[in-house]
């Protein structure tokens, strides 16, 4: 059956980096051969990032490498400059998203790089992707995050956020994604950015989205992404990474969450739901100190579900 | 300024009578003060119903008297039967809610009813509200419960649930409801129930839904029926009722989380959202014993919202 919504699990990238624990590289592998195993057609093992600044990210070449040997998985990573983006591509990743921050205090306090900066390190990236041979070329992505608030700068200009896109798609990027990075927007949001994107920039240039569920809003907003025919949603299974009670919380939407509803509607995410239950099983035994969450979890399939 | 979506504030009702806590009359009359000076429009109060069945609802009248005091609010309440909605007319309800489960072994469960059974007692309803004189007649509304799915049943048949709105509403009732008692719904049933009711029974005949979160996907909902032009969409103040962590928790959607995705969206519901987190303070003290859900108050209001 054909896949309608592609689910890109970013739990070991994105859930990883957010929590205290750190995952061994032996259960990294177990978590990402379950997922893949329970149908998920593309997962974000890692972010090629220094060590030092992010240890739960220390083995990402090797987890790369692990996770391009299971056959049909995209592979995601995130590299924030043209180092990550060598490594990533030495590794054997499929997909690389580059982080640009579209609140420009946020980039600066992120990555130490202004806009200007930034677009030139993207056009770094986009001359060394080109000149690799097709077998091997990954398909680049420009995360466009705090695109929809951000927590230093507040508004976030939808103007902003349409030129960035513009701009690396000029530089030669193969795709833009729209990341709710701190769990501020709505639905109204993502649909009159998306638009302006697509008028922009052309309809194949923006995708999917990145949200998160700090108030809530996440399952909303993913409805709106595919009403709008967005074809990719990141989540995290469990949530992990944010803990929804705790202020300032910014876990990412909940793949358990997301495959039911999804599924639910009728559309096919290649993920068997019993499977990915067993992999939060999994995933909690080798993170005995940190919490999962997700409501479908918690209450359980409805009875007959699903539904004919 | 227009109200864009009616919130009708469920948890003075469907919340306490789901909780073993039982709320003091001057509480509840504070908590529904409060919320009315808050800016909801629609409060449900209580629910006609044996004392001896629901504790918790025993002062409904007293309450029901009191909220219809204070003037522009729309009082609503719950009634099963003929008797519940004499109480409810003599005692100066707005709106009277009639719930009828789409599941017949839910109906027979918890109100001893079949499904003709139902449909005579809300014939009686119907007759006896024609009678009343206009200046005092309220609207009689259906609440279609278990329209998505049933505990008991598993799968609801989307045809009986037309079949009974057409049924109902031919009796005489002013509109009905689509109640998703058990969280199971998924945006898709609720466009194809909604849509084929409104083909059906006209666009008039249904303007409402009642959801809950139970796995996590009532926003969801809420944006669907919004999207489709649904006016009226139940919530109860920090989703009291349910409790999202436990198995089988059916808690209503969150007031707050709706009145943030709502306003975000530049929709207008005559909420002012801080002085609706000072209610749930209020309520958290008249309720010690009891859990407050909600994403948006754990996380606070993002910086410099609402957006210009």
Chains 1, 2 share one sequence.
């Not at 306090?109 to 806009?115: D, E, F, L």
């Not at 509607?265 to 939060?280: C, F, P, S, Y």
Request: with cysteine.
């Amino acid at each position: 059956m054909t896949i309608d919504i592609y689910i890109s699990e970013v739990g070991p990238r994105d859930g990883l980096q957010s929590i205290k624990s750190i995952m061994p590289t032996e259960a990294k592998k177990a978590w990402v051969k379950a997922q893949y195993e329970a149908g998920t057609p593309e997962i974000e093992v890692g972010s090629f990032v220094p060590a030092k600044l992010l240890p739960q990210m220390a083995d990402t070449a090797e987890i790369t490498r692990y996770a391009a040997s299971l056959e049909g998985l995209t592979v995601a990573v995130l590299a924030p400059n043209l180092h990550g983006v060598k490594a990533a591509v030495d590794n054997g990743a499929h997909k690389i998203s580059v982080p640009f921050s579209m609140s420009e205090s946020h980039s600066v306090k992120n990555v130490k790089k202004t806009h200007p900066q930034m677009l030139e390190e993207i056009a770094r990236c986009c001359e060394y992707v080109k000149g690799i041979s097709s077998s091997q070329k990954p398909t680049l992505e420009v995360g466009l995050s705090t695109a929809f608030g951000c927590t230093i700068e507040g508004e976030v200009k939808e103007s902003t956020v349409v030129s960035m896109a513009e701009q690396v798609m000029a530089l030669g990027v193969d795709e833009v994604g729209l990341s709710d990075t701190t769990g501020v927007g709505n639905p109204a949001q993502i649909k009159r950015l998306a638009q302006s994107i697509w008028q922009h920039c052309g309809r194949e240039s923006l995708n999917g989205v990145h949200l998160h569920n700090t108030r809530g809003q996440g399952l909303a907003n993913a409805l709106m992404a595919v009403e709008l025919g967005m074809t990719t949603l990141d989540s995290s299974l469990g949530g992990i990474g944010g803990c929804p009670w705790a202020p300032g919380a910014s876990g990412n939407i909940v793949t358990e969450d997301l495959v039911f509803l999804l599924e639910s509607m009728g559309l096919n995410t290649g993920i068997d739901i019993n499977k990915l239950m067993q992999v939060r099983e999994l995933v909690q035994q080798a993170l005995p100190d940190e919490s999962l969450y997700g409501f479908t979890p918690a209450a359980g399939l409805p009875k007959g579900w699903p539904y004919s």
